[in-house]
């Protein structure tokens, strides 16, 4: 989508909602059923909201998955269309390698990059290359336009913010904007995703954890060596060792990466990580980190430790440290509203499936929703990106159908982290 087609379309979003609003308010006063009115009207702005940030992708998409993590706060309908947005993956159409002539101009002479690109999105795209002495690299290459696509959104995203701050009044939108257009300013420079990268290289090179070399790198250029492997979107057809492979490795990587390397890889797309052929996992595209990561994780470990030997009391303590809850709430109201499935803890091994994930509790899948009815829920912005990768990397576990020794892998996770400054 060009920049000036999306940037009317996500415009459009404030003003025809805001007018459905506005009509509601004067139906009202006419003596319309109130209630009945603004469900209407909200009903139909949730759907064109979602409709706009889930055909814009990019920087807009991205917040919209921010946004499903409190969906739940709307009635099960439209939370079920904002919850649709964290399906959805980018997969844009790329540009002709000649249009990013300038940029690839940085690259040492002899560098032979082939024409075909192997994955798009809507700030760059990534070409496989062989490199000056021979090395099969990979190159992700950014966009142009992309700072100007990324600044225009976040110019309808903050118009938007009212607008979202009346559907879910719970959330501090402000907030959660300007926590998103840091990440995207942190996304835009690719000699940050560089330096992450190795630091991750560095700390799981001993874990049997996989993560590509970084050859090469300006702010729009990133080159890393190439790895093969079977993605994971490719692993339902593998045998059940390969999987229950895979799903151990990567949950050792997310719940381990906070204390390994104070950071926690927060993009769970299935195709950023690959299983090779020895059983070694291999990770790739470092441009979404969570940085000073560890809260949540020790947050969700923790509730599940805590609430396994039936230290109630010490639950709520988590959670209030956390200031996730008033001082007035209970232990019991706290562990009736989570009600934690404690299943993948407490057995020493546990099938993450589909299913499971269907009718597990909503603890952590939004915690707007366990919250509901304790407090006026304060979660803070900079838990997101760690939430979105616990919860992402939960999801992945139930798609590839596997089984984990999960206590054992969570063994120390819970224990205390130091708070980021």
Not at 379 to 391: G, I, N, Q, S
């Amino acid at each position: 989508m060009g920049l000036i087609r999306r940037a009317a379309s996500l415009a459009a979003v404030p003003v025809t909602t805001g007018a459905r609003l506005a009509g509601a308010a004067t139906a009202t006063a006419f003596g319309a059923d109130r209630d009945a009115v603004y469900a209407k009207a909200t009903a139909a702005s949730v759907e064109t909201l979602t409709a706009a940030l889930a055909k814009a992708r990019g920087p807009a998409l991205k917040f919209g998955q921010a946004l499903a993590v409190f969906s739940s706060a709307l009635p099960p309908e439209q939370a079920a269309q904002l919850t649709a947005l964290t399906r959805l993956y980018e997969d844009a159409k790329p540009q002709p390698l000649k249009t990013l002539a300038k940029q690839l101009s940085d690259l040492p002479a002899g560098v032979v990059v082939e024409p075909e690109a192997i994955a798009a999105a809507s700030l760059g795209q990534v070409h496989r290359a062989t490199w000056t002495d021979g090395t099969q690299v990979a190159i992700k290459v950014q966009y142009a336009d992309a700072p100007r696509v990324v600044k225009a959104d976040m110019l309808q995203l903050r118009a938007m913010a009212p607008l979202v701050g009346r559907l879910l009044p719970t959330l501090d939108v402000k907030a959660l904007v300007d926590e998103h257009a840091t990440r995207l300013a942190e996304e835009l420079n690719y000699t940050n995703e560089a330096r992450w990268q190795e630091a991750f290289r560095e700390a799981w090179a001993d874990e049997g954890i996989v993560i590509p070399r970084v050859i090469f790198s300006t702010g729009t250029l990133l080159v890393t060596e190439w790895i093969g492997g079977t993605p994971f979107t490719a692993l339902k057809d593998e045998p059940a060792h390969r999987r229950d492979a895979a799903g151990r490795q990567l949950a050792r990587f997310c719940f381990w990466s906070p204390r390994l390397v104070g950071a926690t890889h927060a993009d769970p797309h299935p195709g950023n990580f690959r299983l090779l052929d020895d059983d070694r996992l291999a990770v790739l595209d470092f441009g979404s980190v969570a940085d000073d990561s560890g809260l949540f994780t020790h947050l969700f470990s923790q509730t599940l430790i805590l609430t396994a030997e039936g230290r109630d009391d010490e639950v709520l303590d988590v959670w209030r440290n956390a200031g996730l809850v008033a001082e007035s709430t209970t232990t019991p109201q706290l562990i009736e509203m989570l009600d934690p499935d404690v299943r993948p803890y407490t057995r020493e091994e546990f099938t993450f499936s589909r299913e499971w994930l269907q009718t597990r509790s909503q603890q952590f899948q939004d915690p707007v929703q366990a919250l509901q009815g304790a407090s006026r829920l304060r979660f803070p912005p900079d838990y997101l990106l760690e939430h979105r990768a616990v919860m992402g990397t939960i999801a992945l576990l139930c798609g590839l159908d596997s089984t984990v020794d999960f206590r054992t892998v969570m063994d120390g996770v819970g224990d205390d982290v130091p708070q980021p400054a």
